[in-house]
């Protein structure tokens, strides 16, 4: 079975400073979403980075996206 997991922030529970500390610059966004799919159980990964929420979605088998 597919899960889908989604990990973020945002601008209304998370302050500047911490967003700004894990926003995605463009030449870093494909590095990040390599380790992402290299995960186990990972098989599909986006990341959405713009000024006002960082998420990052992926798509695998359940058993095993628990793991990361």
Not at 3 to 22: A, C, D, S, Y
Not at 50 to 60: D, K, L, P
Request: proline residues 6%; hydrophobic residues 40%; negative net charge.
């Amino acid at each position: 079975m597919t899960t889908i997991q989604v990990v973020g922030l945002n601008h209304v529970k998370t302050p500047v400073e911490i967003r700004e500390r894990v926003s995605f610059p463009q030449d870093q966004a494909p590095g990040f979403l390599s380790e992402l799919r290299a995960g186990p159980g990972v098989d599909e990964a986006r990341l959405l980075s713009t000024c006002n929420r960082v998420e990052a979605y992926m798509a695998g088998e359940a058993e095993e996206a628990g793991a990361r």
